[in-house]
């Protein structure tokens, strides 16, 4: 259900089966789609569920556990479906993993924060159970 929000936060944080990064998972229905938050180039498709696209300015956006809908060097326009909703590698039920990333190249990324609109301003560090609109 959308209306859950954000289910898990990982500020910089590490665990036994992923590495230390900012990001968020938020539930979403089986089958919606996932859209790109800005226009860039899809550079990786990983574990045939998680799609990496690259950004002009040279952030990279990860959308994991759904099902891919674009292929490896595809270019999409900011708010192009590139996934649908799915739980693959993950027994919590269908969610988005979405991160970003600062890199020239893939494979050579650092982790960094994503700030959120919501109603009361900019967010940036999100609660469990709130809803936001990934910005700029």
């Known amino acids: 259900d959308v209306r859950k929000g954000v289910t898990r936060i990982f500020n910089g944080e590490s665990g036994p089966t992923y590495d230390q990064h900012d ?19 899809v550079i990786a498709i990983l574990n045939e ?40 590698l993950t027994e919590s039920g269908p969610h988005l993993h979405f991160a970003v990333y600062r890199a020239a190249v893939w494979g050579n990324t650092q982790s960094i924060p994503v700030r959120f ?14 809803r936001y609109l990934a910005i700029r």
Do not use: K, M
């Open 49 to 88: 569920s998680t799609v990496a696209i690259q950004h002009s300015n040279q952030l990279i956006s990860v959308y994991g556990h759904g099902d891919p809908l674009v292929e490896e060097n595809q270019f999409v326009p900011r708010g192009y479906p590139v996934a649908l909703c799915n739980n693959h």
């Open 23 to 41: 990001g968020l998972d938020t539930s979403c229905p089986r089958g919606t789609e996932i859209v790109s938050v800005a226009e860039g180039r």
């Open 117 to 130: 609109q919501a109603d009361s301003g900019i967010v940036y560090r999100p609660r469990r159970g709130a």
